[in-house]
């Protein structure tokens, strides 16, 4: 098959990895730091109550009623309870808000989806806000959504069963993603995508999460300046990826730093069953890679290093140029490295000795220039191609070599109807606490 062929049955296929969020109705977003000015005070506090029970006097019955009163840099602290609110939080007047629900147990404070409900919390043109302690389920769209900001702390979050992501920043420059989970979300679990250029970077951090069962662990479209360290990415269909599409602005993802991950088991074949309704665009217009760890889809400058990579049956890792994107000019690999990664895990105790092995530990198509895989000597598994003559030692200057049946081989997976065909699996060795998932049972 040429590579024309190949690349028209990419363009509807596997390797188109992050859809837009299609099933939300967002407003256009608009240039992000804007200034804000930092608020000098005096600063109140807000309560919000249940409403069961004992109130003391001067607490909300809506979170949305407090947050309303609020000024910049107040805080609004919510009690125990379900809320049936969608909640906005707009405009440089909630600039430095805090929105507090239980810190330490964010089950307890549960933000529920009803009817039409697009997002548990939505922060629109506000800079530095910070939400804290809450769990949202059950909305069409995300459950904590950041557009258009210059800053932002998401921290002692839960999301599960969104439409469509669970944590996500948009058009943002800089901010704080930490202590979180997102499960079961109908797209990704965390999302941060069309990040501005910036001559004098801010980068933004997504520190000690956990994501699972969500369709995409991490998808970041078009990211910049991202950090992604010392977090869980497991049970997904596909655990972390970076891309460049046509859907956002400021294509290609760039300058992003995956490092001390723990990326295993990806190998969730929603498509044969899920907690969720899944979306047209995870049905086969975008057939994801099922069984990957962690994907460069295009990309400048993107480091993966010190991250552990194992029991993953498609690709541990790899990184391949961005076939559908309709701009010659972004689609190319550049300046990307993988270093210090270790692939399979040695089991312990009663599996001493036994590694947890990727179907194929990387898979490199030789695109692009100075792009290099340093991590050769800890493969364990096959590698695409099988004699690693595309992977360039770190550090490496010049055009990589480019192979077309490394190319052909990455791409295949488009044309299986059961997302599994390429899978090479091997057994996974017991970590307690977890369990893998490949078909979901009720």
Known sequence: MSRTSITLLAAVGALAVAAPAGAANYPPPSKPGTPQAKPKGPFHTYKVCPKK??????????IQAAVNKAKPGDTVKVANGTYNEAINVFGAKKRYVHLIGNVKSPAKVVLKGTGSMQNGVFVKNANNVTVRGFTA???HANGFFVLNANGYTLRNLIATHTGTYGVYAFNTVGGLIADSSASQNNDSGFYIGQ?????????SYVRNVRSFENVLGFSGTNMRYVTITKSLWFNNGVGIVPNALDSEKYAP???????DNDVFWNNFDYFQGAPFTVRQGATGDLAYPVGTGVLLYGGRGNQVTGNRIWGNYLFGAGMIEAVT???????D?????????SYG?????ANKGKDDLNGRDFAYDGNGVNNCVGDGAAFKSPTVPADGSTFAACPFTGTNAFSQDAFNTMIQPAGDSTHEAYWVKNPHQPIAGFTPLEHYTK
């Open 53 to 62: 029970g004992k109130k003391p006097k001067r607490c909300f019955k809506t």
């Open 137 to 139: 389920t059950g909305y």
């Open 195 to 203: 990040t501005p250029p910036q001559p004098k970077p801010v980068r």
């Open 253 to 259: 993802p760039e300058d992003n730093v995956i490092v």
């Open 325 to 331: 994107l309709n701009q010659p000019e972004n689609k």
């Open 333 to 341: 690999l550049k300046n990307n490295s993988f270093t210090g990664n």
């Open 345 to 349: 895990i040695t089991g312990l105790g």
